[in-house]
């Protein structure tokens, strides 16, 4: 549903809540950042997580959440970019170019707000449609 490809694995909503509420392990914060072929480091600035706070985070073994709603963002913006351009590749490589669109950010870039991150997810909707940046 939401969250797969970072291991999250819930049936509905209302058990998304109650995982976010409870932090998500760091490990999807760790596999985000495989997935995206984006150092830990660079990730940690995206999802606005001081590297301080993550490396604090790692040995808890749990992010806060509202570090799990920023990571399940960026999960299922990457998601829904598979869904969009039917190959994990196409999407992983579709978040580092610089897109016209966004000003000549990157989706990646863009997406490290709340408002970035819907515009990121408009513009999926746009190119699902057959607009082309």
């Not at 509905?12 to 490990?27: A, D, E, H, T």
């Amino acid at each position: 549903m939401y969250g797969q490809s970072i291991g999250i694995q819930t049936e509905n909503v209302k058990g998304l809540i109650l995982l976010l509420k409870q932090g998500l392990p760091v490990s999807s914060f760790s596999r985000l950042s495989t997935i995206l072929g984006v150092p830990e480091k660079s990730l940690a600035t995206t999802v606005n997580i001081p590297q301080r706070t993550l490396t604090r985070r790692k040995k808890e073994g749990r992010l806060k959440t509202d570090e799990s709603e920023r990571v399940l963002r960026l999960a299922c913006l990457y998601e829904r970019a598979i869904e969009v351009y039917g190959d994990e590749d196409l999407a992983r490589q579709w978040f580092h170019l610089p897109v016209k669109g966004l000003g000549g950010k990157t989706p990646l870039e863009f997406a490290d707000t709340e408002p970035g991150a819907r515009e990121v997810e408009d513009m999926l909707g746009r190119i699902e449609d057959g607009v082309v940046y």
